[in-house]
């Protein structure tokens, strides 16, 4: 069930670039899938850094409970929100070009002590599971959405099959050879 458009998002998808949209969109999805209301942003800690700082000291009273940032590269994003606001920050790495994203996993965990950001895995995986971590935070005070991540879990487990689908390539076995005449 999607977020009715005019609830106060609850948790704020911020992204450095367009470019990191085909996997923060995932985030935005399971978000829309639990009835979580958001909003998504594109908010760079470098080419728009004052937007950045005016977007994170106003979450809190803007009424966001947690923010999700997504950034590739030398990904500074989320660590520079974590430094204007004391919401809990989630950061995606974004799998980049040049070092398929563990340019951005290593910039976005490792975080000095004393401003944390929670790190999820790199791309769409990540994308995902921050949805649902936000989401677990919220449920912490609600119920309802408790439920609703409760029967998420449930319909993926009755979506696991017991055995595998063949696939095309799967190797076809071998004729059984029959035994030469003596
Ligand atoms: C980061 O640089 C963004 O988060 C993005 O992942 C990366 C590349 O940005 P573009 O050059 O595609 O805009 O700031």
Redesign the pocket.
């Known amino acids: 069930m999607p977020a009715p458009a005019d609830e106060t998002p609850l948790v704020g998808i911020i992204?450095?670039?367009?470019?990191?949209w085909p996997t923060l969109t995932h985030a935005a999805a399971t978000l829309a899938r639990l009835a979580v209301p958001h909003e998504v942003k594109i908010v760079?800690?470098?080419?728009t850094p004052d937007r950045l700082r005016d977007y994170a000291i106003t979450a809190r009273d803007r009424g966001l409970k947690v923010v999700i940032a997504?950034?590739?590269?030398?990904?500074h994003?989320p660590g520079m929100c974590a430094s204007w606001t004391s919401l809990p920050v989630l950061g995606v790495p974004?799998e980049?070009h040049a070092l398929n994203g563990m340019d951005?996993l290593l910039s976005i965990v490792q975080m000095p002590a004393g401003v944390p950001v929670g790190t999820l895995a790199i791309g769409r995986a990540g994308a995902v599971n921050a949805a649902l971590l936000a989401a677990a935070i919220l449920a912490t005070h609600d119920s309802a959405l408790a439920a609703r991540l409760d029967a998420l879990r449930a319909e993926q487990t009755a979506g696991v099959p017991q055995e595998p689908e063949p696939v095309p390539s799967e190797p076809v076995p071998p004729e059984p050879v029959s035994p030469l005449p003596s």
């Open positions: 992204i450095g670039s367009q470019s990191d760079s800690a470098h080419r997504g950034a590739g590269g030398a990904a994003l974004v980049s951005s």
